[in-house]
Antibody, heavy 129, light 107 residues
Framework: QVQLQESGPGLVKPSGTLSLTCAVS?????????WSWVRQPPGKGLEWIGE???????NYNPSLKSRVTISVDKSKNQFSLKLSSVTAADTAVYYC??????????????????????WGKGTTVTVSS | DIQLTQSPSFLSASVGDRVTITCRAS??????LAWYQQKPGKAPKLLIY???TLQSGVPSRFSGSGSGTEFTLTISSLQPEDFATYYC?????????FGGGTKVEIK
């Protein structure tokens, strides 16, 4: 059973860089899955940050793209998030999640139905001086 | 970006009630939609993917339907453990986006 665990500083100063790691256990980060980051500001909804494949391919939310870097470390079976130039608006619970997929073929056309099926418990990051 | 609008944003219901939550997409997303349940202080939990496929281990009182721009999540008989916030998410295109959430509370 794959499990995910986020770790990193709970307090980051304004204009600094938020750095978090998601450790994958019970499975390999080199499986055919994408690995994602999602955040949730206090009392608000969910925001997709981005994702990475074990090859290093990434997709980012354009609203954060200039400040976000997601990387993978296959030797440690983990992936990481860096968010630079943080402000109070980046205060949130940060979740990592596995992106799984259902593959179907209809009339010769392959469809990939992605979904986030395994989530970490989340880690709270506060941006404050 | 594809916008997802959930309605209602708040729902008060009783145990045993049939509950329906709607998620409307700003453009067609075929069946590339998932539903999640989130309880206070906990991570989201996957309920439904591909619009109507029930995740393993999720009770059969949960069901999803729809395609294109309109989707529904139905709880056939609300149980005490179902009081939570529900989110839809589109995985048709980037960036992935979530609906604003529907909070289901006890009447």
């Amino acid at each position: 059973q794959v499990q995910l665990q986020e770790s990193g500083p709970g307090l980051v100063k304004p204009s600094g860089t938020l750095s978090l790691t998601c450790a994958v256990s019970g499975g390999s980060i080199s499986s055919s899955n994408w690995w994602s980051w999602v955040r949730q500001p206090p009392g608000k909804g969910l925001e997709w940050i981005g994702e990475i494949y074990h090859s290093g391919s990434t997709n980012y939310n354009p609203s954060l793209k200039s400040r976000v870097t997601i990387s993978v470390d296959k030797s440690k079976n983990q992936f990481s998030l860096k968010l630079s130039s943080v402000t109070a608006a980046d205060t949130a619970v940060y979740y990592c999640a596995r992106v799984n997929k259902l593959v179907t073929m209809v009339q010769g056309v392959i469809n990939y139905y992605y979904y986030m099926d395994v989530w970490g418990k989340g880690t709270t990051v506060t941006v404050s001086s | 970006d594809i916008q997802l609008t959930q309605s209602p944003s708040f729902l008060s219901a009783s145990v045993g009630d049939r509950v329906t939550i709607t998620c409307r997409a700003s453009q067609g997303i075929s069946s590339y939609l998932a539903w999640y349940q989130q309880k206070p202080g906990k991570a989201p939990k996957l309920l439904i993917y591909a619009a109507s496929t029930l995740q393993s281990g999720v009770p059969s009182r949960f069901s999803g339907s729809g395609s294109g721009t309109e989707f529904t999540l139905t709880i056939s008989s609300l149980q005490p453990e179902d009081f939570a916030t529900y989110y839809c998410q589109q995985l048709n295109s980037y960036p992935r986006t979530f609906g604003g959430g529907t909070k289901v509370e006890i009447k």
